[in-house]
């Protein structure tokens, strides 16, 4: 059995979820998030509990069982408090702000970076701090690695932008002949 998939999922008040033959609709407050559900994987709301069973110990439904419990867990967390990630940019002339629904990035370039906002994401700039947040776990994850991939932080002066609890291992610069 799935150490992670027999565990109850909680159902906190304010929260509904609906299951139908090939989806699971999470609603919260803060919004309604959806996700295809996979056969051989059975979901089931009983009072306020979720639980996740699977139909046989086949490779493939052992496989999934946990995945698709973490995944409706990340949705019944997201659609009560959400998720928010947080990148810092390292650089001398480095910068970032909010033009419209556009992020605009001066990283060292020739040219300034314009990312758009996607929707049901949301984009906050504080000195050198960009702060992106949603219901969406996956959605908020993908968008920090996207901004953060314009410019990874580099070894030797740790220049770039970097998740707020990532740790740059620096490297020495050139060491010089010993005469």
């Known amino acids: 059995m799935s150490r992670v998939g027999k565990l109850p999922i909680e159902i906190p008040n304010g929260v509904t979820i609906t299951v139908d033959a090939d989806f699971v609709t ?3 407050p803060k919004g309604t998030l959806q996700q295809f559900t996979v056969p051989g ?5 009983e009072g306020n509990q979720c639980i996740v069973t ?7 439904h052992r496989s999934k069982h946990g995945l698709i419990r973490a995944l409706i867990n990340n949705m019944v967390v997201g659609v009560t408090s959400g998720f928010e990630k947080k990148l810092e940019i390292n650089g001398v002339g ?3 702000n909010m033009e419209g629904a556009k992020l605009k990035l001066q990283l060292g370039y020739s040219h300034d970076i314009f990312y758009p ?10 000195q050198n701090v960009i702060t992106v947040s949603g219901i969406s776990k996956q959605q908020v ?14 070894p030797y ?23």
């Open 26 to 28: 999470v609603t919260g």
């Open 41 to 45: 994987v059975n979901i089931s709301v």
């Open 141 to 154: 994850g993908q968008v920090a690695a996207e901004i953060r991939s314009f410019r990874k932080p580099e």
């Open 157 to 179: 002066k740790g220049k770039g932008i970097k998740y707020d609890d990532e740790r740059i291992i620096r490297k020495s610069g050139k060491s010089g002949k010993d005469k």
């Open 94 to 96: 480095y910068r970032a």
């Open 117 to 126: 906002m996607p929707e049901n994401i949301k984009l906050v700039v504080e």
């Open 54 to 60: 699977r139909e046989s110990d086949a490779r493939e």
